[in-house]
């Protein structure tokens, strides 16, 4: 069975701020994982995924994700936080074919 | 290239009422999900089709509920009749090659349901 963990249902950072968004996970076999994000109004959008080539995940928008397998987390940042990152984030594991998802984060930059 | 597309963006219905949802995917795009995501929780999986099979409906809440993909196509989610706690976004995704764990599920805007 797979899980994922998003701690923090919301957060709040600077405009120009490390942006942290926490990620666990629990998967009974070697996971895949994915970012995915959701702008008010819109579906979501993929933002970087990991499927094992490597561990640190360059994605869209500036976004960056590393792979701990022994900590089971896959934390997405960013270096500096723009105002259009304002969103709400999802964290995804899959399982032999779907999505399983965490509860979401609130990512909110403020000037 | 058009995104998964659904219709409609928006629906507010009566408790017993019928409502169908409608997604059309990527074109292309054997692998067709739905999932729901009810206020303050989790996106949840639904069902997957591949082609016009029922791959997956392990996630199907109850018999109120029924999809269809006739043809492979396009996709129908109906609940009949509709109850409270089925208001929520639902989400229809689609993939190309569903056989591949890390392969990319695209998702559409969703159906914003209400139920009053």
């Known amino acids: 069975a797979q899980s994922v963990t998003q701690l923090g249902s919301h957060v709040s950072v600077s405009e120009g701020a490390l942006v942290l968004l926490r990620c666990n996970y629990s998967s009974s076999v070697p996971p895949y994982l994915f970012w995915y994000v959701q702008y008010p109004n819109q579906g979501l959008q993929l933002l970087l995924k990991?499927?094992?080539?490597?561990?640190l995940v360059k994605g869209i928008n500036g976004f960056e994700a590393e792979f701990k397998k022994s900590e089971t987390s896959f934390h997405l940042t960013k270096p500096s936080a723009h105002m259009s990152d304002a969103a709400e984030y999802f964290c995804a594991v899959t399982g032999y074919s779907t999505l399983t998802f965490g509860k979401g984060t609130m990512l909110l930059v403020s000037p | 290239e058009a995104g998964v597309t659904q219709f409609p963006s928006h629906s507010v219905i009566e408790k017993g009422q019928t409502v169908t949802l409608r997604c059309d995917p990527i074109?292309?795009?054997?692998?067709l999900y739905w999932y729901r995501r009810v206020m303050g929780k989790e996106i949840k999986f639904l069902l997957h089709?591949?082609?016009?099979?029922?791959?997956?409906e392990s996630g199907m809440p109850n018999n109120r509920f029924l999809a269809e993909r006739t043809g492979g196509t396009y996709s129908t989610l109906k609940v009949q009749p509709a109850e409270l706690e089925d208001s929520g976004v639902y989400f229809c995704a689609s993939s190309q090659n569903g056989a591949r764990r890390q392969e990319t599920q695209y998702f559409g805007p969703g159906t914003r349901l209400l139920v009053l």
């Open positions: 990991y499927t094992s080539a490597a561990t």
């Open positions: 089709f591949v082609k016009e099979s029922k791959q997956d």
């Open positions: 074109s292309g795009h054997d692998n």
